[in-house]
C-alpha cells in the first residue's frame, strides 16, 4: 500500500513562518513530481508548488518568493517552507505525489494525496 502523511500544519499569525513536511511509505516509488497544494472554504483545490525527481520547482503566483518547495528522494519526503505568511494563505494543504504502488505495477502511474493539514493565518 501507498500512505502519504502530512505534518507541520497549524495557526500562526500573518509574517509567521510553518514548514510542512509529506512523507510517502509503502510500496511506493515515486515519478515525476511530487508537490503541494491547497484548498481553502469555498475554492477549488488549486496547486501552490510542485517540483520535479530533478529538482525543478514551479510555484503559484501568489506565493512566489514566499514559499519553497524542496525534497528527499532517498526519504520519499516532500517539504513545503512557507514564509512571510498571509491570511489569505489559509487553507488545507495537501500532498500529492505521482507513483506506482510496486505491489501492482499494472496499475501504472497513479496519484495519490495525502490526508491534508489545516494551515489557519491570523491577521
Known amino acids: 500500500q501507498v500512505q502519504l502523511v502530512e505534518s507541520g500544519g497549524g495557526l500562526v499569525q500573518a509574517g509567521g513562518s510553518l514548514r510542512l513536511s509529506c512523507v510517502a511509505s509503502g510500496t511506493i516509488f515515486s515519478v515525476n513530481g511530487m508537490g503541494w497544494y491547497r484548498q481553502a472554504p469555498g475554492k477549488l483545490r488549486e496547486l501552490v508548488a510542485d517540483?520535479?525527481?530533478?529538482?525543478?520547482?514551479n510555484y503559484a503566483d501568489s506565493v512566489k518568493g514566499r514559499f519553497t518547495i524542496s525534497r528527499d528522494n532517498a526519504k520519499n519526503t516532500v517539504y513545503l517552507q512557507m514564509n512571510s505568511l498571509k491570511p489569505e494563505d489559509t487553507a488545507v494543504y495537501y500532498c500529492?505525489?505521482?507513483?506506482?504502488?510496486?505491489?501492482?505495477?499494472?496499475?501504472?502511474?497513479?496519484?495519490?494525496w495525502g490526508q491534508g493539514t489545516q494551515v489557519t493565518v491570523s491577521s
Open positions: 500529492k505525489t505521482e507513483g506506482r504502488d510496486l505491489r501492482t505495477p499494472g496499475w501504472g502511474i497513479l496519484d495519490y
Open positions: 517540483i520535479t525527481s530533478g529538482g525543478v520547482t
